[in-house]
């Protein structure tokens, strides 16, 4: 019976490359599922090109892999191609209009602006004449009226009074229109100012096409196999069965307890044992037994030190009148 190896474990190089191998087969298969070309309602369409590849080098295994690349590609229908390719021409001609207008802003922004309303304030000077003053008269002539058959005379406290606030609020009528006519001619004059600039904004901002819109495309992705975890699977699965082999095996447990203790000795003396039954033999022809001690305890499996000393004295001693095996000199060279 020989002593068998345990199986050697996974190498990690290798390992990995299984691993990263399938992890990108695995992502190279889930973008050509996503890449899946479409056609809207108007015959526009969106399509998916491979249009070339790099390669790619993994910094633990030195493996290379050759990466594909893709291109999307976006086509109008017909029709739409033809409102697009209009609206371009149009917008072209807007920004070349633009362009030239706009030569003169830079003489035109680099004068202070200033709003001149003094034509304005002689326009409504004309207006006040010609609306508030005949008001006033008539306002004036009613008051003096009433202030006489009040019986209130001319050069009086009272009659100086009232015509006072008669003129105030004459004055206040010619205050408002002035105000309300500059703030509508600094208005108007600011519009002009900038409608230039307006018109040119406009002409830039132009129209634009309505591009149509795609859904992204959501499939199933594929799961990637996890090789390492495989790999490493199947390995604690040869590796239990090989315990579990050693365990059954009289000689490979003898031959593991003889690596595992050296040079210790253990009794091995027949005159201490019963039970004794023999179970197999080592490549060098010393018989295994299996056997109880005479103190008591469980089944044992071992020499008896009267054979291994006939073969391997070196390998037996004695302590105490009981003989015992050194069995890493006794099991030296069996295998």
């Known amino acids: ?62 493996n290379s892999y050759d990466l594909p690349t893709f291109t999307a590609t976006q086509s109008l229908s017909e029709k739409a191609q033809n409102i697009y390719d209009s609206n371009q021409d149009a917008e072209l001609n807007l920004s070349n209009i633009a362009r030239d207008q706009s030569s003169f802003l830079g003489d035109y922004m680099s004068e202070p602006w200033t709003a001149d309303t003094a034509a304005i304030e002689g326009r409504l000077n004309e207006l ?67 409608q230039p600039i307006n018109e040119i904004s406009a002409l830039l901002s132009g129209s634009q096409v309505s591009m149509p819109n795609y859904s992204t495309n959501q499939p199933s ?49 027949k005159r201490t044992k019963k039970d004794i039954k023999k179970v197999g033999k080592t490549d060098d022809g010393q018989n295994i037994y299996k056997f109880r001690y005479k103190s008591g305890g469980p089944i044992q499996m071992g020499l008896m030190a009267q054979e291994v000393e006939k073969k391997k004295p070196s390998a037996v001693t004695e302590v105490g009148g009981i003989k015992m095996v050194d069995y890493g000199k006794a099991l030296k060279g069996a295998s």
């Open 1 to 62: 019976m020989g002593k068998s190896r345990a199986p050697a474990p996974p190498n990690p190089r290798e390992t990995s490359a299984a691993q990263t191998g399938t992890s990108v087969s695995t992502a190279i298969a889930n973008t050509m599922l996503g890449n899946v070309n479409q056609v809207g309602a108007d015959g526009s369409t969106l399509t998916y090109d491979q249009t070339g590849n790099y390669s790619f080098t993994d910094p633990y295994t030195g």
């Open 128 to 194: 006040g004449a010609a609306t508030l003053d005949p008001r006033f008269e008539r306002q004036r002539s009613d008051l003096q009226t009433q202030l006489s058959n009040q019986g209130i005379k001319l050069g009086s406290a009272a009659y100086d009074r009232a015509m006072g606030n008669l003129n105030d609020a004459q004055s206040q009528s010619y205050n408002d229109l002035y105000l309300r006519g500059r703030g509508q001619a600094f208005s108007e004059l600011q519009a002009q100012r900038n």
């Open 221 to 269: 992705n594929i799961a990637t196999t996890d090789n390492a975890g495989l790999i490493n699977q199947n390995y604690n699965q040869r590796l239990n069965q090989w315990q579990a082999n050693q365990a059954n095996n009289p000689l490979g447990g003898l031959l593991q307890l003889g690596g595992t203790l050296g040079s210790a000795f253990i009794m091995s003396d």
